[in-house]
Structure formats: C-alpha cells, structure tokens
Antibody, heavy 121, light 110 residues
C-alpha cells in the first residue's frame, strides 16, 4: 500500500521560510513523479508543483503563484520529497499535501494526510 | 481563479442520481485526461475517477465519469449519505505546464 507522510508544517512570520518533508513508502520512489498540492483554509485544492523522477531528468515545474519562492527537491536514498518555501506570504497559508503522480500527467494516486502551514505575524 | 469551472454546490436525496459538471479549455480538458477527487470532511483527497472514466478499486460503480470536448462530468447514482463530500475535477494544462483543479463542488445528501 502506498503511504505518504508530510511533516514540517508550523507557524512562520510573513517573509519567513519553512521546509516541508514527505516520507514515501509502498512504491518505487526512485521512479515516482511527485506533486505538492495545497489547500487554503475553507478553500479548494491548488496545484503547487511537481518533480519528475531522477531517471526522467529530475526537473521541476511550479505554479505561477509560487515560482521563484518555492523549490521542490528529493532524496531518493531516503524516499523523501521536500518543499522549501521562502518569502512566505499570508496567501501561502493552508494544508500542504504531497502526492504520487501515477501516470506522469497529473493522476494523483495517493496523498499524504497533509501538514498545516500558518503564516502570521 | 481556478483553472477549471465547477458548480460550488450540488444536492440530492438518497437513491437519486447527481451529476457534477467541470468546464475547461482546449489546453487542459481538451487535450488531457480528467481526474476526479473525493474529499470527505477533515480528510485528504482521494482519487475517485482517472483517465476521464476509469475507477480505482475501492470505489463502487455508482461513480462514473465522462468527457466531451472541453467539458467533463461526474455522475453519482444511488446517492448515499456517505457520499457527502467535496468533489474536485483536475487535469494537466499544456499551456501552463502545470496541473489545474476545479474550485470544488460540495455535495449535500438531503
């Protein structure tokens, strides 16, 4: 069974930084394309970005709202995905989910339970 | 503004059939498969329909999806109280080179 577990959320001041982690198990992480999705309080889902597997080039794509501020990376030896978030804004507040893109076209087969990021002074 | 357009709410009585629409454009739904996610209150989303009309194991055939042109729809027949949830459509957008979600539809079983 695929399992994803996010961690690293918390309270941060506007302009601050935070790094989220996502530990994966139950599938071949080294071949997996991984995606971050977020959900502001009481709002809908928003695609944040994705990272291809290392054999596929390991490249990243980002939503316009976070490009230049957020960076996705991975450590295949630890089956862990990361989301480095800099210059955080109040609009970045919400639950952040990592997910496994099962068909390389956005089919998010499995999701973690999410980690809450609060941006407030 | 979400990339795909869904009605914010839908409702039905137990046993009824409900359909939720999802409208996009040529760069997303028109070019790529549509996926649907179910989010029960207080939980993470789950993949409900993929490739526009396929169901993962674990969801009954009461749930079905379809796509035509730049629109898609999710149908739920034999409505049950357990179906009360938020439903999201999603697709890859070739112009944005990113994923796009609909704004979500809150389904209420009356």
């Amino acid at each position: 069974e695929e399992q994803l577990m996010e961690s690293g959320g918390g309270l941060v001041k506007p302009g601050g930084s935070l790094r989220l982690s996502c530990a994966a198990s139950g599938f071949r992480f080294t071949l997996a394309w991984m995606t971050w999705v977020r959900q502001a309080p009481g709002k809908g889902l928003e695609w944040v970005g994705r990272m291809k597997s290392s054999p596929s080039g390991g490249t990243t794509d980002y939503a316009a709202a976070v490009k230049g501020r957020f960076t996705i990376s991975r450590d295949d030896s630890k089956s862990t995905l990361y989301l480095q978030m800099n210059s955080l804004e109040t609009e970045d507040m919400g639950v952040y989910y990592c997910s496994h893109d099962g068909d390389f076209k956005g089919r998010l087969d499995s999701w973690g339970q999410g980690t809450l990021v609060t941006v407030s002074s | 503004q979400p990339g795909l357009t869904q009605p914010p709410s839908a409702s039905g009585t137990p046993g009824q059939k409900v359909t939720i629409s999802c409208s996009g454009s040529s760069s997303n739904i028109g070019s790529n498969p549509v996926n649907w996610y179910q989010q029960l209150p207080g939980t993470a989303p789950k993949l409900l329909i993929y490739n526009s009309n396929q169901r993962p194991s674990g969801f009954p055939d009461r749930f079905s999806g379809s796509k035509s042109g730049t629109s898609a729809s999710l149908a739920i027949s034999g409505l049950q109280s357990d179906d009360e949830a938020d439903y999201y459509c999603a697709a890859w957008d070739d112009s944005l080179n990113g994923g796009v979600f609909g704004g979500g539809t809150k389904l209420t079983v009356l």
